[in-house]
């Protein structure tokens, strides 16, 4: 078979969600916590108000919602996984993440709500 090309069973199978590390929700929390900042820099008027803090805030909150819909199928179709992560002592930690992100996002928000 030449290099490169797919039998028939490799090509029909699913993605499993199976491999999506717990470490993403650090991701998650680092790009809320610049947008965050991104915004107190542009209240303080530190930084120009270009709306830099906006987008930020929105691509974090959709990151967001792929990493956690991302766990999520992880947690259903393999909870095995989820919870090897949770006895493992330095991936546990990472889970910490999820919530704070969760609480920062709306942070996010409010200022722009009336």
Known sequence: MPIGRKTPAQRSKRPD???IPVQFFGATL???G???AWQRAENLHI???VGV???LLILAGIISVLIFTGYGLKAMRAPALVGADLM???R???LGAAPMT?????????PSMP
């Open 47 to 49: 930084l120009p108000d």
């Open 17 to 19: 969600f199976t491999q």
């Open 88 to 90: 493992h002592p330095a």
């Open 30 to 32: 680092g790009l809320t």
């Open 34 to 36: 610049l947008a965050l």
């Open 53 to 55: 803090a906006s987008v």
């Open 102 to 110: 969760l609480m920062l996002l709306p942070a996010g928000v409010l």
């Open 92 to 94: 546990v930690t990472s």
